[in-house]
């Protein structure tokens, strides 16, 4: 009987978690409700411009990107729905977010420690993202790279990054002056 305590709990262990990684950055830390932080994503093997924004997470279920640079456009999570707005094709595209989760990396600001630990070590299986590595320095999230299902490397960096912040709950709102076109 001991014997078999010790092999479940040996098989527990190691099944909860194998990203100690996930467990040094505070973004991810569970205690952390919400954040803002600007980023910048370079498409490395692309004459492509660099994309700038910002993303707002408000957990467990508001997130927002906005891009900046080199054009203006959001994309919005509001519980099962994404709001993907093109402000110079003056629209805004709905979504059922359980549909488009795997094409959006940043969807990753919304998992578990344990879902993401799953991404990270699953990446090489998946139709849309490959190669997922996350850089800290001094428990502060600073890079994400990966590879697209179009065999892109992409790293996005992270900046002015703000933990715990009070963010106005008007931001996970989809500009309703745009069209709306619903997708399911």
């Known amino acids: 009987m001991p ?8 098989f527990l262990s190691s099944s909860i978690f194998t990203c100690p990684l996930l467990e040094k950055i505070n973004l991810f830390d569970d205690a952390v409700k919400t954040a803002s ?4 994503q370079i498409f490395v093997e692309l004459d492509k411009e660099i994309v700038r924004g910002k993303v707002y997470i408000d957990r467990p279920l508001n997130f927002k990107i906005e891009t900046f640079e080199p054009y203006k456009s959001e994309l919005i999570v509001r519980n099962e729905y994404t ?6 094709l003056g629209e805004t595209i709905r979504y059922k977010t359980e549909n488009i989760k795997s094409q959006v990396p940043a969807f990753i600001f919304l998992e578990s420690k344990k879902e993401i ?4 070590t699953e ?3 998946s139709n849309s993202i490959k190669n997922l590595k996350l850089e800290e320095k001094q428990g502060e999230l600073k890079k994400i790279s990966y590879t ?11 900046y002015n990054i703000d933990l715990n912040n009070e963010l106005d709950k008007n931001l996970f709102n989809y500009n309703v002056e745009l069209n709306l076109i619903i997708m399911n």
């Open 3 to 10: 014997m078999q305590n010790k092999f479940f709990l040996l």
């Open 37 to 40: 932080f600007e980023y910048e």
């Open 83 to 88: 709001y993907r707005s093109d402000f110079e």
């Open 117 to 120: 630990c799953k991404v990270m």
């Open 123 to 125: 990446a090489s299986n």
């Open 148 to 158: 697209d299902q179009f065999e892109t490397f992409t790293e996005i960096n992270f």
